[in-house]
T-cell receptor, first 109, second 116 residues
Framework: GIQVEQSPPDLILQEGANSTLRCNFS?????LQWFHQNPWGQLINLFYIPSGTKQNGRLSATTVATERYSLLYISSSQTTDSGVYFCAVGGNYGQNFVFGPGTRLSVLP | KAGVTQTPRYLIKTRGQQVTLSCSPI?????VSWYQQTPGQGLQFLFEYFSETQRNKGNFPGRFSGRQFSNSRSEMNVSTLELGDSALYLC???????????????FGSGTRLTVV
């Protein structure tokens, strides 16, 4: 099955800093999403982005499907951005979303 | 419109018992998927249902089962609970199923199951 890697595993930032989270996947995909898991466990959908670039406020994401990676950019980070960020990909053969191990982000005031 | 609703939010069960978790998808969504999240294994796929049919099943023992009703609501059942079944169980709904492009997942708040 598809393998998903995320880097870095942990990230500590000062409030106001920018960051880039990376997701690498081992096969071609037809679905890709980025999620933020809040401290209460809920997975919040950030982007559905199997290819191309999208922006939503301070967050943006780019997926280069031909090179099998996706990037999530967080600008001017806030303490409320803290949590775990997951990349999830769905394969071309009806495979369900496979989640990466996540990046744990801590934004310090 | 209402999001994905999972009940109950918290559950404590004794080893050997069985448990049923419920998930109501977003109105109009026909696909429901279940995931188990543990600190050691991360998020692992359990099942996917679409129009009352199980489309995919993850690598879990037969003690884990599920079903979907005609109104797209889904339940999952775990029989003969083991300590290792303690986890956050997350349900996600989608307009389309996993083989279709263009449909993302929306997750519920999860059910946190503790087996003692």
């Amino acid at each position: 099955g598809i393998q998903v890697e995320q880097s870095p595993p942990d990230l500590i930032l000062q409030e106001g800093a920018n960051s880039t989270l990376r997701c690498n996947f081992s096969d071609s995909v037809n679905n890709l999403q980025w999620f933020h898991q809040n401290p209460w466990g809920q997975l919040i959908n950030l982007f559905y982005i199997p290819s191309g670039t999208k922006q939503n406020g301070r967050l943006s994401a780019t997926t280069v499907a031909t090179e099998r990676y996706s990037l999530l950019y967080i600008s001017s980070s806030q303490t409320t951005d803290s949590g775990v960020y997951f990349c999830a990909v769905g394969g071309n053969y009806g495979q369900n979303f496979v989640f990466g191990p996540g990046t744990r982000l801590s934004v310090l005031p | 419109k209402a999001g994905v609703t999972q009940t109950p939010r918290y559950l404590i069960k004794t080893r050997g018992q069985q448990v049923t978790l419920s998930c109501s998808p977003i109105s109009g969504h026909r696909s429901v998927s279940w995931y188990q999240q543990t600190p050691g294994q991360g998020l692992q796929f359990l099942f996917e249902y679409f129009s009352e049919t199980q489309r995919n099943k993850g690598n879990f023992p037969g003690r884990f089962s599920g079903r979907q009703f005609s109104n797209s609501r889904s339940e999952m059942n775990v029989s003969t609970l083991e300590l290792g079944d303690s986890a956050l169980y997350l349900c996600a709904s989608s307009l389309g199923h996993s083989a279709q492009q263009g449909y993302g997942y929306t997750f519920g708040s999860g059910t946190r199951l503790t087996v003692v």
